[in-house]
């Protein structure tokens, strides 16, 4: 048995991404959310391997890293629905999962939006 500290270490060896299922985007374009997927998934992914080589000194540096590339995936396709609480809850899910699941709640009830 491990104790939370070895579990929550655990974590950080294995990467769990986000599906479609996941994100639960708008777009009616299958082609359109495959590529927003993967492109979504890419600055996730992107980011924790920072997370997990210590490139930032705040939680708030991680929102930064993450959100501002999201917001210009999302501008770029409008209609994916990268805003709607479904994205933020995925993209809190991901770094719970991964990284730190103490960082929920920071993510997913930030103070900033996507816009």
């Not at 890419?42 to 000194?57: F, P, Q, T």
């Not at 929102?63 to 396709?77: H, S, T, V």
């Not at 409008?78 to 995925?90: C, Q, V, W």
């Amino acid at each position: 048995m491990l104790t939370l500290q070895e579990k929550k270490e655990v974590l950080r060896f294995t990467v769990a991404m986000p599906t479609a299922d996941n994100w639960q985007l708008l777009s009616e374009s299958v082609d359109e959310k495959t590529i927003v997927i993967e492109k979504a998934n890419a600055i996730l992914l992107k980011v924790l391997e920072g997370c997990k080589a210590s490139s930032y000194a705040t939680w708030g540096g991680i929102a930064r890293a993450i959100f501002e590339p999201m917001d210009e995936l999302a501008a770029k396709y409008p209609d994916a629905g990268l805003t709607d609480s479904e994205a933020s809850h995925t993209i809190a899910l991901f770094f719970a999962l991964n990284y730190d699941p103490t960082i929920y709640n920071f993510l997913r009830y930030r103070e900033y939006t996507l816009h």
